[in-house]
């Protein structure tokens, strides 16, 4: 069955950090996080391949860093130097291998002046 239990988020502070993980239940050929703030589309803030290759929004270049643990099936989004208007829910897109992309449940990240 394919699934996707995403973890992390919650509220901090102004440049504060956290992270995100996103677990697959099969091998993890390529992954993204998007974020959807309020009233706003969903835009993506970071992917990466299955050679590790990695892609960042020009908004978070620099504080944001997506990684893999393969051995885990989970991606990761480090997100450092956070910002109010990085408030939003993030959900994890996962493609694994032998399936369709899926989403993840999205976890809301709170981001306090």
């Known amino acids: 069955q394919v699934q996707l239990v995403q973890s992390g988020g919650g509220l901090v502070q102004a440049g504060g950090s956290l992270r995100l993980s996103c677990t697959a239940s099969g091998s993890i050929v390529r992954a993204g996080w998007y974020r959807q703030a309020p009233e706003k589309g969903r835009e993506l803030v970071a992917s990466?391949?299955?050679?590790?290759?990695?892609n960042y929004a020009d908004f978070v270049k620099g504080r944001f860093t997506i990684s893999r643990d393969n051995a885990k099936n989970t991606v990761y989004l480090q997100m450092n130097s956070l910002k109010p208007e990085d408030t939003a829910v993030y959900y994890c897109?996962?493609?694994?291998?032998?399936?369709?992309?899926?989403w993840g449940q999205g976890t809301l990240v709170t981001v306090s002046s």
């Open positions: 990466i391949t299955n050679d590790d290759s990695a």
């Open positions: 897109n996962v493609k694994m291998e032998g399936y369709f992309a899926v």
